[in-house]
T-cell receptor
């Protein structure tokens, strides 16, 4: 398996533009997580899907952020409109079952810079 | 709210030294604790997972211990090598989906 695949790896955009980050989880994994990493706040969970259904989105910062998982092999995280404070590395991770007893496998991340 | 603290924030050692990374958490009601490694510009790689009922886990030169009652975990790295240079993150699991991360310890092992 190629692991968790994220795209784009790097994105530079201007404030106000729409940003869409993509994730392909490991085949067979039924849980998918979106995390954001910054120097100030470290890693924060944004949203968690189980069997394509959003279970916990309490970490989504505000209405400008939305996430979808239309099928078991694809998820998107959208920011509209983007702001400079959204600059961070966004990670997608997947696991078989919840993140409890099962190891999370992380993607390489998408580094977002909003100017 | 669970808070995870890792000390030190950065550590520099010469090759061959044994070292200990520390992790503390405020809420002892955890399901498990995981240690991850993150290389620059890369994602996280899980190193060890310790269930709440366990005291330690070992993998090669790595040994992680857990004292749930005191809210502490340590990651012991034996005979460190330059290839061990990375950021090490501790994360505790306190709900079905809630994994709270520390900010990590940046380790540099010099030849």
């Amino acid at each position: 398996d190629a692991g968790v695949i994220q795209s784009p790896r790097h994105e530079v955009t201007e404030m106000g533009q729409e940003v869409t980050l993509r994730c392909k989880p490991i085949s067979g994994h039924n849980s998918l997580f979106w995390y954001r990493q910054t120097m100030m706040r470290g890693l924060e969970l944004l949203i968690y899907f189980n069997n394509n259904v959003p279970i916990d989105d309490s970490g989504m910062p505000e209405d400008r952020f939305s996430a979808k998982m239309p099928n078991a092999s694809f998820s998107t995280l959208k920011i509209q409109p983007s702001e400079p404070r959204d600059s961070a590395v966004y990670f997608c991770a997947s696991s078989l079952g919840g993140s409890g007893a099962n190891v999370l496998t992380f993607g390489a991340g998408s580094r977002l810079t909003v100017l | 709210k669970q808070e995870v603290t890792q000390i030190p924030a950065a550590l520099s050692v010469p090759e061959g030294e044994n070292l200990v990374l520390n992790c503390s958490f405020t809420d002892s009601a955890i399901y498990n604790l995981q240690w991850f490694r993150q290389d620059p510009g890369k994602g996280l790689t899980s190193l060890l997972l310790i269930q709440s009922s366990q005291r330690e886990q070992t993998s090669g030169r790595l040994n992680a211990s857990l004292d749930k009652s005191s809210g502490r975990s340590t990651l012991y790295i034996a005979a460190s090598q330059p290839g061990d240079s990375a950021t090490y993150l501790c994360a505790v699991h306190t709900g079905y989906s809630t994994l709270t991360f520390g900010k990590g310890t940046m380790l540099l092992v010099s030849p």
